[in-house]
């Protein structure tokens, strides 16, 4: 799931280095925390959180293939 996140948020991020994916699994439910630099958060949220909102409903479709559960926090 870390995988995907990365390759999905990667392309839309400038400051890669500061781009950190932490996974956390407890029983079915996986936490994933994405922290960016603050010029990046803009892009990866997009205009009125559309984009993600989109890479929310990927994820969660990946999670249901798995049948898990996925959070995904966006942060600094």
């Known amino acids: 799931m870390k ?3 990365e390759t999905i948020v990667s ?7 500061q781009m950190e994916i932490t996974e956390q699994r407890r029983g079915n439910q996986t ?4 922290r ?12 009125g959180g559309k984009r993600a909102t989109a ?3 990927i994820m969660k479709a990946k999670a249901f293939q798995e ?10």
Request: hydrophobic fraction near 45%; proline fraction near 3%.
């Open 36 to 47: 960016l630099a603050q010029e990046d958060m803009g892009r990866v949220i997009g205009k």
């Open 55 to 57: 890479i929310r409903v």
């Open 3 to 5: 995988d995907l996140l």
């Open 11 to 17: 392309p839309l991020v400038d400051h890669k280095d």
């Open 31 to 34: 936490i994933l925390n994405l």
């Open 67 to 76: 049948r898990r559960r996925v959070t995904i926090n966006i942060g600094e």
